[in-house]
């Protein structure tokens, strides 16, 4: 990474994976699968997972996979790059020569986190490793920018969003006008640039930041306004937002300078598709939607809705083309599960012995016929122990 001044029009060039995913006709991903049961219009799916051939992972029956990288070792194709430990949120950008790269962070504490990148050729062979963040802590989940740059979270009392060059060019940039809080992931509204943010507490609120201005279709993420939700509803409801007037959290805790701003609780990914953004919480085991034009947020899915709950411990989410909602789980069966726009619930993905990690950074390429994710502490349990995954197949 040189130290050249970040300049967020030099990735524009770089379009985030969502916008690239191929159109794939819905029944060869569910072909062979069957209803189980319903709840209102909701339909449980169980689809045939099988062996993939890469020990500890299940895909449905044609699908294929391999092993990108484990932690503490060389990246395959890749000279010169260990892997870090504790791979976490991830996303992928598009890039000229028609490859891509999978940027994944790292959720290590104490100054030992940052992101890592995988760059692909076309034809989808790994072709560099590199850092594009180092000497941060709890990477955990963030989000990726339709200016081509990626949005890395820390998740700590005092942390920051970091803006992040995919190819390693530029050196990342902290935003502490986003807030210094307990963040977890970040989505972009590609209409208004408007960032909205989640907070891993168990009091966590959902946060919106403007942008103070906006030139040649980049935002200046050094100023602006960070706000805070307030829904009001019992659970959905109409939305208003109140501004956070010390955004360093100094004087009082974000989450608690608006008094009747909404908790959520653990608030975990987000993702923005379709004037939709979507996050999800893992304290009450959901999954929400925020309708940008009308002020709204909706209940996507709670676990209360069917017994026993195909989805639970929800984490970082994802949303291919067509609609479909893709929730890594931390915990549960350890499974990637869909809920797709019939609202039908399948997994497809599962991982087996490695029940003392958790799946993160499911994000597609931009032909959305691969899928990359992570076991951040794979078999062994352990941070050291990440494992990170190619699943490729004809997805919804």
Same mark, same amino acid.
């Given at each position: ?61 044609? /699908? ?20 870090? =430990? ?21 959720? +290590?504490?104490?100054?030992? &986190?940052?992101?890592? =990148? ?90 919106? /930041? ?16 960070? $706000? ?11 939305v208003t937002w109140h501004r956070?007037?010390? *955004?360093? &959290? ?12 909404? =908790? ?14 979507? /996050? ?8 929400? =939607? ?36 893709? *929730?890594?789980?931390d915990g549960g069966n350890m $499974?990637?599960?869909? +809920? ?50 190619? *699943?490729?197949?004809? /997805?919804?």
């Open positions: 990474m040189t130290d050249r001044p970040f300049d967020p029009a030099r990735r524009r060039v770089l379009g985030y994976g969502l916008a690239g995913l191929g159109m794939i006709a819905c029944g060869k991903l569910l072909s062979g699968c069957r209803v189980k049961s319903t709840f209102g219009d909701r339909k449980v799916i169980s689809s045939d997972l099988v062996d993939s051939g890469v020990a500890g992972l299940l895909v449905p029956r044609g /699908f294929s996979a391999r092993v990108l990288a484990t932690s503490g070792a060389p990246v395959p194709g890749a000279e010169g790059y260990t892997w870090h =430990a504790a791979p976490d949120g991830g996303a992928t950008f598009a890039t000229e020569d028609g490859g891509w790269i999978y940027v994944s962070n790292s959720e +290590i504490n104490n100054g030992g &986190g940052g992101v890592g =990148a995988l760059r692909f050729d076309a034809g989808g062979n790994v072709i560099a490793a590199y850092p594009i963040l180092s000497n941060t802590s709890r990477n955990c989940a963030g989000g990726p920018t339709p200016w081509g740059t990626w949005l890395s979270c820390e998740e700590i009392d005092s942390g920051q969003v970091w803006e992040c060059d995919p190819y390693g060019e530029q050196a990342a940039r902290a935003l502490p006008a986003l807030g210094q809080f307990m963040h977890e992931a970040a989505a972009v509204d590609p209409r208004t640039l408007q960032i909205y943010m989640t907070e891993d507490r168990r009091d966590g609120r959902f946060y919106r /930041f403007t942008p103070a201005a906006v030139n040649d279709g980049i935002p200046d993420l050094t100023d602006g306004v960070l $706000e805070v939700a307030k829904v009001h509803g019992a659970v959905e409801g109409d956070i007037e010390d *955004v360093t &959290g100094g004087s009082r805790p974000t989450r608690h300078q608006v008094d009747d701003s909404t =908790a959520f609780s653990g608030g975990e990914g987000a993702w923005h598709a379709d004037g939709m953004v979507y /996050f999800t919480t893992k304290g009450d085991n959901r999954i929400w =939607a925020y309708d940008i034009d009308n002020a709204r947020m909706l209940l996507v899915y709670d676990d209360d809705m069917l017994s026993p709950a195909i989805l639970t411990g929800v984490d970082n989410v994802t949303v291919s083309q067509q609609g479909t909602i893709y *929730v890594a789980e $499974e990637i599960v869909a +809920i797709d726009p019939e609202q039908r619930i399948f997994p497809v993905v599962r991982l087996m012995g490695q029940q003392e990690s958790e799946i993160t950074g499911p994000a597609f390429d931009p032909s959305g016929t691969r899928l990359y994710f992570s076991s951040q502490r794979g078999f062994s349990g352990e941070s050291s122990g990440g494992i990170t995954y190619e *699943v490729s197949g004809p /997805f919804v």
